[in-house]
């Protein structure tokens, strides 16, 4: 049995490609049914989130089994095959299962360490089990890559510092105010990345925004978005102390605060501490704004530096993980290897017994005056002949579920012998479970 | 016998010291964890080894400089368990648990035998006079410890060294926030001290006032401490050189209360 992945996400597609093969998550039955529908793919999980779409299956047919799922993902969004093809990847055994645990560790995120992924891949599994598209192997998988994932988090501080520079503000926004929940945000001019930042503070709990604009009506609108106040721009100064965090981003050529003006707001609010973030280019906050005694100011570039300091440690961080996963998939593969050597002696002795009762059976019922023993030591002797011939591969192969490369013993034998009942062990396996 | 809490408790502020220091530089929420238990039975210790004291004098062990720094690290270390509980600031202890360690370790240093009191201290007035000084000392101590890690902070934001320390340590607001609950208690416990102590020497001198140099020197703390309360009730006054006057009304205390006794003779030298 092998687990395969087929799947894109934003290091192979664009946005534009991953919208299209993206799957509603309100209607998750259809494609999984239809999934475990097709020829050859026993098990199925569907993963889709903004950055990926991915779908992790059992089968014995990997090459035909892959195939068959690319189709599945073209036709399903009715996409032609041949240009969505460049876009997916494969993986199949050990790489599929490295593959998962990455992802589930967020390894192979856009920002590494990011911990959406994790939930978003719960989600998934979850649908796939309340529509019984998983069995006892992908359950186990799965399972598996949340313990993996759990572990590199712990054991690792991969997702500890901040990473992006909305994010590297709001941290530092911490160490210096505290508890950012009865915290204001000023915003000074437009700009994404000053937006963006007055959204992440928003998302960790500031009280409200304000927003001023040399055109009011900007002010107002971008206000509005955010649920807070518009300032007048000539009115700055009689607000600016009620602000505890200041981003500004205005294409003004000068400074518009300086530290006189920053003295000033600091002993209107009692000496609070005060924290200044400056965007712009040319600047627009007084470098010497930062003397001010309990007013901090960082530049964007501080804020970068901060966070390539944390990408840093990030990267070493991820090798310890990569080490963590090597380990778990050399488990988990032993586990997957020997969990069909079972059911494949089973499968054999049946279809060995088949033969010989068949024949047994042919022989006693053609032959008339059978001496009165003769039934009986028929049947010892081809019961011996069976075991005697049995005796060898049945050995090597629990031997092979030892040593972890079994799949090769498991398929020749599946093949010699046409063993395609097998499945249905599967099947009940899958009960069990 | 009689020593064997003292010991111990010496033993437990010792370890507790190692393991908050290891948690300041070394990255393991473990350490702290363990740094703060250590502490904890240390002060159970220290409470027995204080009772058993007081059990066996019959009187509040402070009257000479071995009992006063042992109980002055008694008041230390009790009020930073609460702080760490209130706060869960682990870190602070890395920079209080020492100074509690060398207070114990200079109280044996002293001569530690039971002698016969001192007749003045035979008094009532003994138990509220000196157990508000020593808590608000507690609470100047813990005041100053914030003081300082505000200052390392705010010099790494100045800087803009935001290291590993600087993750670790708490936000300027924590840190503000205990030094001025610390403020808020210490100072008026510090004037009922002062007040109280006016009274039980008209009592038991006649005379409520003899600008003795411990009573001059404490008079100096409490205008120090008086200076930076007023300033942040009126104005909101904090921040670096609300810090360093902090540290400066510490020292000046621990002088009133270590250096006054040991140089400068007076009613309230330890004899």
């Not at chain 1, 876009?87 to 998962?100: D, G, K, Q, W």
């Not at chain 2, 071995?66 to 682990?90: C, D, N, P």
């Amino acid at each position: 049995m092998n687990i395969i992945v087929v799947g894109l996400s934003h290091k192979t597609a664009t946005v534009e490609i991953r919208e299209k093969v993206a799957f509603s998550p309100n209607q998750m039955q259809k494609p999984l049914a239809e999934l475990v529908g097709l020829d050859g793919i026993i098990e199925g999980v569907i993963v889709s989130t903004c950055n990926r779409v991915e779908i992790y299956a059992t089968t014995r047919d990997i090459a035909g089994g892959t195939a068959r799922i690319k189709r599945f993902l073209a036709d399903y969004h009715r996409i032609p095959l041949e240009s969505l093809d460049q876009h997916l990847y494969t993986h199949h055994s050990e790489n599929a299962i490295r593959h998962v645990f990455r992802v589930a560790s967020s390894l192979d995120s856009m920002v590494v360490g990011e911990p959406q992924i994790l939930g978003q891949i719960k989600t998934s599994y979850g649908y796939a089990a309340e529509y019984k598209s998983s069995g006892i192997i992908l359950n186990r998988f799965l399972h598996k890559a949340f313990s993996v994932a759990k572990r590199v988090r712990t054991e690792t501080k991969i997702a500890s510092s901040a990473v992006s520079v909305a994010f590297a503000a709001v941290e530092l926004a911490k160490k210096i105010l505290g508890d950012l929940s009865d915290k204001t945000v000023m915003l000074i001019g437009a700009g994404e990345m000053c937006e963006l930042a007055a959204k992440h503070f928003l998302n960790s709990g500031a009280r409200g925004v304000m927003v001023t604009n040399r055109t009011f009506e900007r002010a107002e609108k971008l206000a509005e978005e955010f649920g807070g106040e518009a300032v007048r721009f000539e009115e700055l100064f009689t607000h600016l102390h009620r602000a505890d965090i200041v981003l500004s981003s205005t294409g003004a050529p000068h400074c518009i605060i300086g530290p006189k003006d920053a003295e000033e707001v600091v002993r209107r609010r009692r000496f609070k501490p005060m924290f200044f973030i400056d965007i712009a280019v040319p600047r627009d906050i007084d470098p010497k704004v930062d003397d001010v005694e309990n007013a901090y100011l960082f530049t964007v570039d501080h804020l970068q530096e901060i966070v390539q300091a944390n990408l840093a440690q990030r990267s070493l961080e991820a090798e310890k993980a990569e080490e963590i996963i090597n380990q778990e998939i050399g488990q988990f593969y032993k586990w997957l290897s020997t969990l069909e050597v079972t059911p494949t002696i089973v499968a054999l002795r049946t279809r060995f017994d088949e033969i010989r009762r068949g024949e047994l059976e042919k022989t006693v019922s053609g032959w008339k005056d059978l001496p009165p023993d003769a039934e009986k030591r028929l049947e010892a002797l081809t019961m011996a002949m069976m075991n005697k011939l049995l005796h060898a591969p049945t050995a090597v192969l629990k031997k092979a579920g030892q040593g972890g490369r079994v799949d090769l013993y498991v398929d020749a034998l599946r093949q010699l012998f046409e063993l395609e009942s097998l499945q249905n062990d599967d099947r009940e396996l899958e009960l069990e479970e | 016998m009689i020593q064997i809490f003292f010991y111990l408790t010496f033993a437990l502020y010792g370890c507790a010291t190692a393991a908050y220091l290891v948690y300041l530089l070394r990255t393991t929420s473990q350490v702290g964890m363990w740094a703060n238990r250590l502490v904890t039975v240390g002060f159970a210790t220290h409470m027995l080894s204080t009772i058993h004291r007081f059990s066996s004098s019959g009187y509040l062990p402070i009257t000479n400089l071995h009992e006063s720094l042992s109980f002055f690290a008694l008041t230390i270390v009790g009020s930073f368990i609460l702080f760490e509980r209130k706060y869960k600031v682990t870190i602070l202890g890395a920079f209080i648990i020492p100074v509690a360690l060398l207070m114990v370790i200079s109280s044996s240093v002293f001569p530690s035998a039971i002698r016969e009191l001192n007749p003045a201290l035979k008094s009532n007035w003994i138990w509220i006079h000196t157990i508000m000084a020593f808590i608000s000392y507690a609470m100047f101590t813990i005041a100053s410890g914030a003081a300082v890690i505000y200052l390392i902070q705010q010099h790494f934001l100045k800087k803009k060294r935001l290291g590993a320390l600087f993750q670790k340590l708490p936000s300027l607001n924590t840190l503000d926030d205990i030094s001025y609950r610390c403020l808020t208690i210490g100072f008026p416990l510090l004037t009922i001290a002062i007040i109280t102590g006016a009274i039980w020497a008209e009592k038991a001198w006649g005379t409520y006032w003899s600008w003795d140099p411990k009573e001059t020197w404490s008079l100096i703390t409490w205008f120090i401490f008086a200076a930076l309360l007023h300033s942040r009730l009126t104005t909101g006054w904090r921040g670096k050189r609300a810090s360093l006057l902090t540290i400066a009304g510490f020292l000046v205390m621990l002088f009133t209360f270590i250096g006054v006794s040991l140089w400068l003779p007076g009613l309230h030298a330890y004899k």
